[in-house]
């Protein structure tokens, strides 16, 4: 079992930073990779960067220069800095493990632990 939760979220202007935490506990050695996704009223929850067990990391393209993933491994905790602001960032941010090896990180479908979520909020 994994625990994961979130916080860090907010309401910041265009253009504004914020930075998510992801604490976690329990089995947290048996992660595979983990990442953060989100979702926005109406549409699909989507990945937006993961990180492996190796420290590779990939970003959705509409994230991609502005949000980076980073994990303190001493502190069971992941990080998602985000800059840069859109309105189009607004969404319910989550953490996400995944301990089954091999699989794609960034589908929610294969997740095996999600966090709670934290809003953000970001206005023009």
């Known amino acids: 079992q994994v625990q994961l939760v979130e916080s860090g979220g907010g309401s910041v202007q265009s253009g504004g930073s914020l930075r998510l935490s992801c604490a976690a506990s329990?089995?947290?050695?048996?992660?595979?990779?983990m990442g953060w996704f989100r979702q926005a009223p109406g549409k699909e929850r989507e990945g937006v960067a993961t990180?492996?067990?190796?420290?590779?990391?990939r970003y959705a393209d509409s994230v991609k220069g502005r949000f980076t993933i980073s994990q303190d491994d001493a502190k069971n905790t992941l990080y998602l800095q985000m800059n840069s602001l859109k309105s189009e960032d607004t969404a319910m941010y989550f953490c996400?493990?995944?301990?089954?090896?091999?699989?794609?990180?960034?589908?929610?479908?294969?997740?095996?632990?999600w966090g709670q979520g934290t809003q953000v909020t970001v206005s023009s």
């Open positions: 990180i492996d067990s190796d420290g590779n990391t």
């Open positions: 329990g089995n947290t050695y048996s992660s595979y990779c």
């Open positions: 996400a493990a995944v301990t089954r090896p091999y699989l794609v990180c960034s589908r929610a479908g294969n997740i095996d632990y």
